[in-house]
């Protein structure tokens, strides 16, 4: 039951670390496509063109490395859901158990104090390899549902959102009509439609900048969340087990056997 449940948690946060690997992934093509458009128009009769690369560097760059940084944490939570898997194979249950039987016969042999106390070393040992990585795998699911998956589900949203958008982004320059035998009612109207024109170009220039940087926003908390899910728990899992083994075995040299 226990191995079970840390199998569906730990199932759980690997399939959205994929997710997320395949999200980034797909921005970064996105991006990719989107660095080559040009925001462009030409204002009384100069041309004022913009590459959205020169806006999408900074978040194309992050994302590569977030990419990278998704595959490495899907590895380390597949791997630790081999090892619990592995953990509970019918050989090393059998293995603790007869260790188990063993112990308890020598515990009640008379005469058999020291090697009872060896033997309970060996199977806290066994104990140890048996539960440690359900243990683990059983606190990075808790420590996901209670604290990380929330923030990581809203941040892969926003990911989602701006891949929508930067593949929605397409412009094309806007030339304005010639002038050359227009009346001054029509110069006027086309000054006037030249600067709605430069009002919509800051606009759009605006709105890539602002996805852009909370792109970059979301990227970062979505790198933090990884780190803490797949380095900082599973250590901090290792280093409780470890130390509540090590206190057993002090408190083992003190029982059967001195």
Known sequence: ????????????????????????????????????????IQPIGVGVTITAGEILDPLNDLVERFSW????????????????DIAT????????TVLAVV????????????????????LAFALLIRFLFTVVS?????????VLEQRQQSAMAELNLARDELEALKTEPVVPQSTTESSIRQRFESLVD???????????IGALQERTE????????????????????PIGAFWLAIAAFRAFLTWARTGPGG
């Open 1 to 40: 039951m226990l191995e079970r449940n840390a199998d569906v948690r730990l199932s759980a946060v690997l399939e959205r670390a994929l997710i997320t690997a395949a999200i980034a992934r797909g921005l970064n093509g996105v991006i990719s496509v989107a660095q080559g458009t040009e925001i462009a």
């Open 69 to 84: 940084l998704a595959l490495v944490a899907s590895a380390s939570l597949g791997t630790q859901l081999l090892l619990t």
């Open 89 to 96: 194979e019918p050989a090393l249950n059998t293995g603790v």
């Open 103 to 122: 112990f308890l016969v020598l515990l009640w042999w008379p005469g058999a104090d020291r090697p009872a106390a060896w033997l309970m070393r060996a």
């Open 138 to 146: 059983l606190t990075v699911g808790w420590v996901d549902v209670w």
């Open 194 to 204: 030249e600067g709605r024109q430069l009002l919509d170009l800051e606009a759009q």
């Open 214 to 233: 909370s792109a970059i926003e979301h990227v970062l908390s979505l790198i933090v969340l990884f780190l803490v899910q797949t380095l900082l728990v």
